[in-house]
């Protein structure tokens, strides 16, 4: 009886290995997020609306009110950016924000890209559409969607799209010359949040792919990071005929192969055996090794936000500076975990007090963290690994750069198991989880030399 057995499981195994095909797209489906009644896809309004970001006068007096009457609590001795954000520091940035923070001004400066919205599947859904102002006779601009992720917003690609959309204008060839589209998730920022349950990354995929069939745009390139990688992932899982490439500067490795434990405890001594580099391994093992712990403090925001994000949602929507306190305290200790032990947390060096104060009103003004923290529960609250995409491959020409301070490090290897036509994989030299925001000349860089290997290539 036990040969028998024995001889039955090594068959399923074998025809597993060597015949099982898994399916290589994911069906686009259908779906209807607002809270009016449903209509027909062919009956829904597919007009583009300019808008325009602004903020009444009334909306800043309440902000103001909010801002002079907070209550802080005062820190521990030493305890800098340890216990999360340090209030001895807040008060600064709250003083900058009533006292110093221009929104006229500010609000000129969100304003100065083209925004839209079109409604989709009953929600209205936001974007930046920024076009080439010049272009070489007889060429095209390559259509690019970047998408951000938790808790940025479009505003992350502020800095990257000039440099992207006119290339000549920052000493750089013309070859490579985009046109960018960055659309807000739904329920982040200026995008509409979804009434019903269920809005997750898939939802977002096809809601993006009808976004740019609506621009009448046919083939693209996608790039992402945070959830903006797993959205652009499941676009081209979706729809690869219209995906000419998705670069990635974060790798959403949901289902990888039994491997990756061996490899791990192989790796150290028999690193070449396993695929590993030797970045691979000055990236892997002091964070394996010494800082386990890490994981576990970077990730207690998720459990609750995948768990129960609108308890924790009452509370951050009330309050400005405790949204300030929750959205910066990431922009912190993501973009370098050394950032912990500074009484700033370092979030001035790399960032100015606008632009972070930005980022925070994109999310205060919509009233939408709430539904922002949403997209955890929708994608978390299951079995991610029973998701119908952790089980399909990523069959369109792949870049992925790998910056330093990301929250984990995915070595090639790794991302092979996923992602099956790599064409340029980066060890960026500095940066952390928000690149196009903190990197954008280095993430600009790579992203056009991953698009130059893909056209070279056909």
Same mark, same amino acid.
């Given at each position: ?5 024995f001889t039955v499981?090594?068959g399923?195994?074998l025809?597993?290995?060597?015949f099982?095909k898994s ?5 686009e489906?259908e ?33 103001? #009110?909010?801002l002079?009457?907070t209550?802080?609590t005062p ?5 800098r950016f340890?216990?999360?954000f340090?209030?001895? #520091? ?21 304003n100065?890209f083209?925004h839209?919205?079109t409604?989709?599947e ?13 272009? *070489? *006779? ?8 970047m998408?951000?992720?938790?808790p ?6 502020y800095k ?6 006119? *290339?000549a204008?920052? @000493?750089l060839?013309e ?13 982040y920022g200026f =995008?509409e ?6 809005f ?6 096809r ?9 009448e745009?046919?083939r693209f390139?996608l790039?992402?990071?945070?959830? @903006?990688a797993l ?5 081209a899982?979706?729809?690869?005929e ?8 974060f790798f959403p490795? =949901?289902?990888m192969a039994m ?10 001594y ?7 580099t030797? +970045? ?8 394996i ?5 890490d994981i ?7 459990h609750i ?5 609108? +308890? ?6 009330? =309050?400005?500076v405790?949204?300030?306190?929750y959205?910066?305290?990431?922009f912190?200790?993501? +973009?370098s975990?050394e ?18 104060l930005?980022n925070v009103?994109?999310?205060? %003004?919509? @009233?939408?963290?709430?539904?922002? !923290?949403?997209?955890y529960k929708?994608?978390?609250?299951i079995d991610?690994?029973?998701?119908v995409?952790a089980k399909?491959?990523?069959?369109v020409?792949?870049g ?10 995915v070595?090639?290897v ?7 036509? %790599? ?5 960026m030299s500095r940066g952390?989880?928000f ?9 600009a860089?790579? !992203?056009?030399?991953f698009v ?7």
């Amino acid at each position: 009886m036990f040969l028998l057995i024995f001889t039955v499981a090594v068959g399923a195994l074998l025809y597993y290995l060597f015949f099982h095909k898994s399916p290589k797209t994911i069906p686009e489906g259908e779906g209807w997020w607002g809270a009016s009644e449903r209509v027909d896809a062919e009956e829904e309004d597919e007009k583009i609306h300019p808008f325009k970001i602004e903020m009444s006068k009334e909306m800043i007096q309440d902000l103001h #009110y909010r801002l002079d009457n907070t209550r802080f609590t005062p820190p521990l001795d030493d305890s800098r950016f340890h216990y999360g954000f340090n209030s001895a #520091y807040l008060k600064k940035v709250v003083s900058y924000w009533r006292k110093d923070y221009d929104w006229q001004k500010q609000q000129e400066v969100l304003n100065k890209f083209p925004h839209f919205k079109t409604r989709i599947e009953g929600i209205d859904v936001h974007f930046v559409h920024v076009k080439p102002p010049r272009l *070489p *006779p007889g060429q095209a601009a390559k259509p690019l969607m970047m998408i951000h992720g938790w808790p940025g917003s479009f505003y992350e690609f502020y800095k990257i799209i000039p440099r992207l959309t006119d *290339p000549a204008n920052h @000493g750089l060839s013309e070859e490579e010359t985009f046109e960018v589209i960055c659309p807000s998730i739904p329920g982040y920022g200026f =995008s509409e949040a979804p009434s019903k349950q269920g809005f997750n990354s898939i939802a977002a995929a096809r809601i993006f792919h009808k976004l740019l069939r609506r621009l009448e745009i046919d083939r693209f390139y996608l790039q992402g990071g945070d959830w @903006g990688a797993l959205i652009a992932t499941n676009m081209a899982q979706m729809k690869s005929e219209n995906v000419k490439g998705i670069h990635l500067n974060f790798f959403p490795i =949901s289902r990888m192969a039994m491997g990756i434990l061996p490899s791990l405890l192989l790796g150290p001594y028999f690193p070449s055996l396993v695929g590993f580099t030797q +970045t691979d391994l000055q990236r892997i093992y002091p964070f394996i090794k010494k800082n386990v712990y890490d994981i576990l403090r970077e990730s207690g925001y998720m459990h609750i936000q995948a768990s129960k994000p609108d +308890t924790l949602g009452c509370a951050l929507n009330d =309050s400005p500076v405790g949204l300030a306190a929750y959205i910066l305290e990431k922009f912190s200790t993501w +973009t370098s975990k050394e950032f912990l032990d500074l009484e700033d947390g370092g979030l001035t060096r790399k960032f100015s007090l606008d632009e972070l104060l930005n980022n925070v009103m994109i999310y205060w %003004i919509t @009233g939408s963290i709430t539904s922002s !923290m949403r997209m955890y529960k929708e994608n978390l609250g299951i079995d991610f690994r029973k998701r119908v995409d952790a089980k399909v491959g990523v069959h369109v020409p792949t870049g992925l750069a790998a910056f330093p301070n990301e929250l984990m490090h995915v070595p090639l290897v790794w991302a092979r198991h996923k992602y099956k036509r %790599i064409a340029r994989y980066s060890y960026m030299s500095r940066g952390g989880h928000f690149a196009a925001f903190e990197e954008p000349e280095l993430l600009a860089e790579d !992203m056009r030399l991953f698009v130059r290997s893909v056209e070279q290539d056909g």
